[in-house]
């Protein structure tokens, strides 16, 4: 994937079967490469808005426990 700054768009390329499927449903593929009438390489654009870049988090057993405790606390208050 490549930013364009001046244009607020991404050009995105890749040969991983799950993306070219999940990237099929979100813009229109330019196929590059083909075998077996099935894509293997494509190449689009996204807009900026379509990428999002969110760090997933990594919680620890403890912190797990206390958030299920804090929750727990809080349906029986209801």
Known sequence: MVFDNSTGKWTI???????????SNLTELFVIESEDDGPIAVKGTLTEKQVSMKKERVYTDEQRERAAERLSKARNAL
């Open 13 to 23: 390329y890749s040969t991983v079967p799950k993306h070219i499927r999940k990237l």
